[in-house]
């Protein structure tokens, strides 16, 4: 089964991907890593959620924002090389913008981990960072970039 197949089998539609908000493209491939940038919870061409995790924002709420931020970022890489040429996610990294005294981050950043798992199996095993920070562009509460290794095309 293809990448894309799965995402149509577990009832996942990729967005558009949302336009740069600064001097930036949404994906960069070198060799056969593609390195996208930093995606946020964009739906719809708007932002889903502003706030600081542990305060104005619950961590399950930032955990669903993560899950968008992913698929904003799988929608960069399929738009740059294809999805179905993704051989696996590398690295995730997500920022999580932090109340004073929250310290959940990584169960925030496992809503895009989880759904990197269900859409590629074994091959969406990463390695990752998540961490907290004071402040996210736009006020955002979560932030997710990924790295992934792409094969040849068909």
Sequence with gaps: ???????????????????????????????????????????????????????????????????????????????????????????VVGFVASAEGFTGQPAVVNGASELLGEVFGDAGKHARSAVGVAELPLGVPVEVELTVEVGESA
């Design 1 to 91: 089964m293809t990448w894309t197949g799965r995402l149509a089998e577990l009832g996942v539609e990729l967005p558009s991907v949302p336009a740069p908000a600064g001097a930036y493209v949404p994906a960069v491939q070198s060799g056969n890593l593609v390195f996208t940038a930093g995606q946020v919870p964009f739906v719809d061409g708007k932002i889903a959620a502003t706030g600081k995790v542990g305060r104005e924002i619950s961590p399950e709420e930032a955990k669903a924002h993560a899950r968008t931020c992913a698929l904003n970022a799988l929608a960069a890489v399929d738009a740059l090389v294809g999805l179905d040429r993704v051989v696996r996610v590398v690295k």
